[in-house]
């Protein structure tokens, strides 16, 4: 059963909490400034909140729409024509529903806590696929193996505790050799569908500077930008700090990367030999201060390069960069060590919330709009742990959800049943009313233990 029924009525707590969610933050509203707007038939609220609520039923869109309780009055061809409507803007509503939602949880995070924006990506597979619009040959930089799909490139805010998507961008490849399926749409720069199709093959650090572009002055923004160093370029650090961000990032041990320190360009592995090293068991081995130089910019870039040995081989190290020199050592490793919230988040999206297996979608518009569901469903179950202070992971709250709801869905079914007796009991004339009671009250003392206990409150 969905987890908000087609009438409005709220069965059960998660529902309760559910609709709270919605109401909270204006989604109907959000909706409507991204341009969800019902031009004839199904409300696209009622259609987007009928699909958020779709993965904690454990069920597909046709199972669900099956259903002989609680089936919704729109029929499955609608809910596929509200994911393909290619003049939504889902990337502003998962930018708004952020700024909506993130300032609830910092007022739950100390002053003294630093928070950061996260950026990274993550493959969106579909090796089976063949006919989806614009799908390509992506390469996989942590697998060193191509696939196919697309990349799934993710801003975030993070304090710590709690990690929350700020902005998306569904990615094609860029080369036209490695594009396997061209545009389903009629080229328009005008509209929205052509200017995020010409997006999807533009490269990720341009993308990247446009969203943190996007976050600059709202309520997500935040003082220090984290990334690894697939992005830890001298051009795009440059450009990161030229928007008033400070970076800390993992550097790439590139020959071709060469940082200022006493007049002369070293890698950060010259500038490692060169160096002297702490002795004993210290958390970091070397710590220099540079220039950050690129030849497209006129102006350098002062910044502080940590040296701390890799977790994985004690022999070899690894090189951390903030151009916020006044962080000392320990708070640079401890500010990056906040950049792999963004990796359990990318795990639940796929083996938890379905990003990849809910709809084999064909049309670019609708694997977007699909995407901005799931992040929607990420932000409800993240908010929850966090405001009820619950220490278990993402996946574990979402379970427990699921769980909650089928146990529900079974009592429901059970008290009906029960119902129906009292009734056809009642029909007898010659039966009272008290016997009635007691009849099923001994039918429940006689039922099996393992369904007595799924009856207990």
């Known amino acids: 059963m969905p987890i908000m029924t087609e009438n409005g009525r709220i069965d059960n707590i998660i529902n309760k909490k559910f609709e709270q969610f919605m109401k909270r933050f204006g989604i109907g509203a959000l909706l409507r400034n991204a341009g969800a707007v019902k031009k004839k038939g199904a409300k696209p609220y009622k259609v987007f909140v009928y699909l958020l609520g779709l993965v904690f039923t454990r069920k597909n869109l046709y199972e669900s729409m099956n259903e002989r309780h609680e089936k919704p009055s729109f029929g499955k061809s609608t809910a596929y024509r509200f994911l393909s409507i290619a003049t939504i803007n889902w990337e502003r509503f998962i930018r708004r529903l952020a700024e909506s939602v993130i300032p609830e949880v910092n007022k739950l995070t100390e002053e003294a806590r630093k928070v950061a924006l996260i950026i990274d990506d993550t493959p969106y597979w579909r090796n089976r696929s063949k006919k989806v619009e614009l799908l390509s040959r992506c390469y996989d930089h942590s697998e060193n193996k191509y696939y196919k799909g697309f990349a799934l490139l993710n801003l975030g805010w993070s304090d710590g505790q709690t990690f929350m998507p700020v902005d998306f961008r569904l990615l094609s490849s860029g080369k036209d050799a490695n594009l396997l399926e061209g545009s389903h749409v009629r080229e328009d720069r005008r509209t929205l569908a052509t200017r995020r199709r010409m997006e999807s093959r533009t490269e990720k650090p341009a993308l990247a500077l446009q969203m943190l572009r996007n976050a600059k002055g709202t309520p997500v923004e935040a003082r ?10 001298p051009s795009f650090m440059i450009s990161v700090k030229g928007l008033g961000y400070d970076v800390v990032a993992r550097l790439k041990n590139h020959e071709n990367y060469r940082y200022l320190r006493g007049g002369e360009k070293l890698s950060i592995s010259q500038l490692y030999q060169t160096g002297a090293k702490r002795r004993g068991r210290s958390r970091y081995l070397l710590s220099v201060i540079v220039e950050i130089q690129h030849k497209d910019y006129e102006n350098t870039v002062p910044a502080k390069i940590v040296y701390v040995r890799d977790r994985i081989n004690r022999k070899k190290w690894i ?23 963004i990796e359990p988040f990318h795990k639940v999206l796929k083996s938890t919330l379905s990003l990849t297996k809910e709809f084999q979608l064909r049309s670019f518009d609708s694997i977007v709009a699909h995407t901005a569901i ?13 405001e009820n202070k619950d220490e278990r992971s993402i996946g574990e709250l979402f379970l427990l959800t699921v769980e ?26 010659f039966i009272p009313y008290d016997h009635v009671n007691r009849i099923i009250g001994h039918f429940i003392t006689s039922l099996p233990w393992f369904i007595k206990d799924r009856l207990v409150a």
Not at 404 to 429: K, P, T
């Open 374 to 386: 799931v992040l929607t469903r990420y932000m409800f179950l993240s908010l929850e742990s966090r």
């Open 404 to 429: 909650e709801l089928e146990d529900i869905s079974f009592r429901f079914a059970f008290e009906l049943l029960l119902s129906v007796l009292e009734s056809c009991l009642n029909d007898f004339d």
């Open 319 to 341: 090189a951390l960069v903030s151009t916020d020199t006044s962080l000392n050592e320990d708070e640079i490793v401890a500010l990056y060590a906040k950049r792999w919230d």
């Open 224 to 233: 220090y930008v984290l990334f690894d160093s697939w992005f830890a370029s």
